[in-house]
């Protein structure tokens, strides 16, 4: 496993997740839907008033919110669907403040996992729920996970939870097999109170159809991405839902840099795995 993931920046491991802790970590995320009102959260969302939904976003990496999809909600801020079919992820702290999600991501397995790729003191910055609805599931543009996550050395490490199947059809990942090697081509940093992308390396994307790899997995498989890895979801034009929950590691051995996004107080530090 560790001479693939060198070789390929990534790896895929079937059946990690059981049926019924894919089936609660499903039910869990719809109760947290369930009590979100959407009309709070409407503007926060759209492009109407950008400082509002930065500040929505950048406050998200310390709590639990819900992040709509992008025409999910008319010109008077009501959705056009029923709420679990217009919810796009849950972000960004569950894995520390929502009992079930912590369960779920602290666990012996994945400590030994991570520890085997190469951290040595892992330490969980980030969790995402990601419907990728049916028809609706938007698409995840090219990108490398170390964009958000930057250390000196390098270590975010993205484990990615199918918690159903999925495939081209609904949307899978797509990846750059060995572009782990290739630079880090942008970065998302923090600015008072905007964030922005910078451009750090001019080397194009991959690209569906030539250099790209989908990744068609069954419900229950694991995928490790290292950070560096491009990646890409295609928009969702099927019947069926695909739904996944990931979470992102950077190693507590390196400098964590203060001008990412995401930022843990001292009294809501990083967690690690077990
Ligand atoms: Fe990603």
């Known amino acids: 496993?560790?001479?693939?993931?060198?070789?390929?920046?990534?790896?895929?491991?079937?059946?990690?997740?059981?049926?019924?802790?894919?089936?609660?970590?499903?039910?869990?995320?719809?109760?947290?839907?369930?009590?979100?009102?959407?009309?709070?959260?409407?503007?926060?969302?759209?492009?109407?008033?950008?400082?509002?939904?930065?500040?929505?976003?950048?406050?998200?990496?310390?709590t639990i919110r819900c992040f709509f999809e992008e025409d999910a909600f008319d010109e008077r801020g009501s959705l056009r669907a029923p709420k679990p079919l217009a919810i796009n992820k849950i972000g960004h702290a569950m894995h520390d403040l929502d009992p079930a999600f912590d369960r779920f991501s602290h666990d012996a397995r994945l400590d030994a996992l991570v520890r085997d790729l190469g951290i040595v003191d892992p330490r969980v910055y980030q969790s995402m729920y990601i419907f990728k609805q049916p028809h609706i599931g938007g698409e995840v543009h090219w990108h490398q996970d170390a964009t958000f996550f930057v250390t000196e050395p390098h270590s975010v490490r993205t484990l990615w939870f199918a918690l159903e199947d999925a495939n081209r059809d609904n949307g899978c990942l797509w990846v750059l097999p060995g572009g782990h090697r290739g630079p880090l081509r942008e970065r998302f940093v923090a600015d008072g109170e905007t964030t922005r992308m910078e451009r750090l390396d001019h080397t194009p994307w991959p690209t569906v159809g030539t250099d790209a790899l989908p990744l068609e997995v069954r419900a229950g498989a694991l995928v490790v991405l290292h950070g560096h890895l491009p990646h890409y979801s295609a928009p969702n034009r099927s019947a069926r839902s695909r739904h996944a929950y990931t979470l992102h590691v950077v190693d507590g051995a390196a400098h964590y840099d203060a001008r990412n996004w995401l930022q843990r107080s001292a009294d809501f530090p990083a967690r690690g795995l077990r």
Do not use: K, Q
């Open 1 to 62: 496993m560790r001479e693939r993931f060198a070789n390929d920046g990534f790896v895929v491991i079937d059946d990690f997740v059981s049926p019924e802790a894919r089936a609660a970590l499903r039910t869990r995320a719809l109760e947290i839907v369930d009590a979100t009102d959407p009309a709070t959260t409407s503007v926060f969302t759209t492009r109407r008033d950008a400082a509002a939904r930065d500040a929505y976003f950048r406050e998200s990496g310390s």
